[in-house]
């Protein structure tokens, strides 16, 4: 099934600046990927989805994109403010076909974000 | 959007003893509930996918005679930790997405951190 790397390191930046945050995968391409923000000791809470035929995805100050070529996604936060400190996860199916999909979904290990004022 | 809510909250309990967590779907029904596991500074591990009226369905490594899982109703999963000890103390974290959407983005709980003794 996939694997999901993502930068253990946190990331520390500046209030203002924009934060980017990778997510690799192995294996075969999803058909859709997702990104997740996690606050301590809360749940995750979807951000964005972005399908395989899709280059890139805006909401708000938030910006994904996704290089099926490179095998990679990238997760950008413009204008960073310290409420954005928090870790978030990249999330695929753990197959490339749907049926043994339905729904599901493994997480990378997360990359802490930290903005500073 | 949609709201999961787990209870409860946080559990502390005696070594041996059982456990039990519910995740309702509060606005929406849900035929496939997931449940997960998450250590410190680690990332989300899928358990199991709990299915409305029929067997829960096990990841590789996960007893299913030590987490029973129960999804009586289409708003209500129960993961119960049997004779729990101190290495099952962790995060369960239960999702679930809206029902037919195979590629929708999951509803997380808020969690569920227990402690054993």
């Known amino acids: 099934s996939q694997k999901i790397e993502q930068n253990s390191e946190a990331l520390n930046i500046q209030e203002g600046k924009t934060a980017t945050l990778t997510c690799n995968y192995t294996?075969?391409?999803?058909?859709?990927l997702q990104w997740y923000r996690q606050d301590p000791g809360r749940g995750p809470v979807f951000l964005l989805l972005?399908?395989?035929?899709?280059k890139e995805k805006r909401k708000e100050r938030l910006k994904v994109t996704f290089d099926t070529t490179l095998k990679q996604s990238l997760f950008h936060i413009t204008a960073s403010q310290p409420a954005d400190s928090a870790t978030y996860l990249c999330?695929?199916?753990?197959?490339?076909?749907?049926?043994?999909?339905?729904?599901?979904?493994?997480f990378g290990q997360g990359t802490t974000l930290q903005v500073k004022p | 959007g949609a709201v999961v809510s787990q209870h409860p909250s946080w559990v502390i309990c005696k070594s041996g003893t059982s456990v039990k967590i519910e995740c309702r779907s509060l606005?929406?029904?849900?035929?496939?509930m997931f449940w997960y596991r998450q250590f410190p500074k680690q990332s989300l591990m899928l358990m199991a996918t709990?299915?409305?009226?029929?067997?829960?369905?096990?990841e590789q490594g996960v007893e299913k005679d030590k987490f029973l899982i129960n999804h009586a109703s289409l708003t209500l999963s129960t993961l119960t930790v049997t004779s729990a000890h101190p290495e099952d103390s962790s995060f369960y974290i239960c999702?679930?997405?809206?029902?037919?959407?195979?590629?929708?983005?999951?509803?997380f709980g808020e969690g569920s951190r227990l402690t054993v003794l």
């Open positions: 999330a695929l199916p753990p197959f490339r076909r749907r049926s043994s999909n339905t729904g599901k979904l493994i």
């Open positions: 972005i399908r395989e035929n899709e």
């Open positions: 294996n075969y391409s999803p058909a859709y």
């Open positions: 606005d929406f029904q849900a035929t496939t």
């Open positions: 999702s679930a997405g809206l029902a037919g959407g195979y590629t929708g983005e999951l509803f």
């Open positions: 709990s299915n409305e009226g029929s067997k829960a369905t096990y």
